[in-house]
Nanobody, 125 residues
Framework: QVQLVESGGGLVQPGGSLRLSCAASGSIFSIYAMDWYRQAPGKQRELVASITSGGRTNYADSVKGRCTISRDNAKNMVYLQMNSLKPEDTAVYYC???????????????????WGQGTQVTVSS
């Protein structure tokens, strides 16, 4: 069983900052890419930022220069520091993790992408 739990969302004024966290737990064998997505009302889910197991990062144009993704491999966690927040950043933010879990035989299961339950970010004055 693998579980992803996000935290850190909330209500913030324009120009403010938030730090989102996502903890992966359970029978994890190995973690590969860790990503943050978001979905605003009436819009499709979009990739915000991603980080590889080696630390290489990628950002959506809409957040470049304002957001920083990072990970702590020892704790199986991924973070998203968001600065200079805008009302258009309002969305539910989800973490998505590419990982292998332990199979019943003790070896790795096939790679699979898991989703967290999401955390609401609202940017409003």
């Amino acid at each position: 069983q693998v579980q992803l739990v996000e935290s850190g969302g909330g209500l913030v004024q324009p120009g403010g900052s938030l730090r989102l966290s996502c903890a992966a737990s359970g029978s994890i064998f190995s973690i590969y890419a860790m990503d943050w997505y978001r979905q605003a009302p009436g819009k499709q889910r979009e990739l915000v930022a991603s980080i590889t197991s080696g630390g290489r990062t990628n950002y959506a144009d809409s957040v470049k220069g304002r957001c920083t993704i990072s990970r702590d491999n020892a704790k199986n966690m991924v973070y998203l520091q968001m600065n200079s927040l805008k009302p258009e950043d309002t969305a539910v933010y989800y973490c998505n993790v590419d990982l292998t879990a332990y199979s019943d035989s003790g070896g790795p299961s096939p790679r699979f992408r898991y989703w967290g339950q999401g955390t609401q970010v609202t940017v409003s004055s």
